[in-house]
């Protein structure tokens, strides 16, 4: 749920391509998440591929013109941690797959989605907020 708030706030205010390329630090995230809460070991050939990967998005910025002065800093914040959230919630999700059934995990996830989603839309209609409102 998390994941989603967060990309959709940066979404608002950074390029979907901006956010493309700082959303494809997810996997590097999900590798130091395992490190942390699972204390899996990071190989060399992990690490190795980490550099490589760091090194392909800074690769892409220069290449794109990454222009400092043009760049939202908080929309940026945003998507990092959507990132971040995402990378959490695969290493939760795989300590938990050894307790739980893969059906048990999405059941959860799924209701706490639409109970989350849906009290957010009584409260926002509760406020005088439409869900079809078009922003500029």
Do not use: D, H, W
């Amino acid at each position: 749920i998390l994941f989603f708030l967060l990309q959709t706030l940066g979404l608002k205010i950074i390029s979907s391509s901006e956010a493309g390329i700082v959303q494809a630090m997810a996997p590097i995230l999900t590798l130091i998440a395992a490190r942390i809460i699972l204390k899996e070991q990071i190989g060399n050939l992990q690490k190795l591929l980490m550099v490589i990967s760091v090194s392909g998005v800074v690769f892409i910025n220069i290449m794109n013109g990454f222009n400092i002065g043009n760049y939202s800093y908080l929309g940026f914040l945003f998507i990092l941690m959507s990132a971040v959230s995402f990378a959490i919630y695969n290493a939760l999700t795989k300590k938990l797959s050894k307790t739980y059934s893969i059906f048990s995990i999405v059941y959860v996830t799924s209701i706490t989605g639409c109970i989350v989603f849906n009290f957010k839309v009584c409260v926002l209609l509760k406020l005088g907020f439409y869900c079809c409102e078009q922003t500029p």
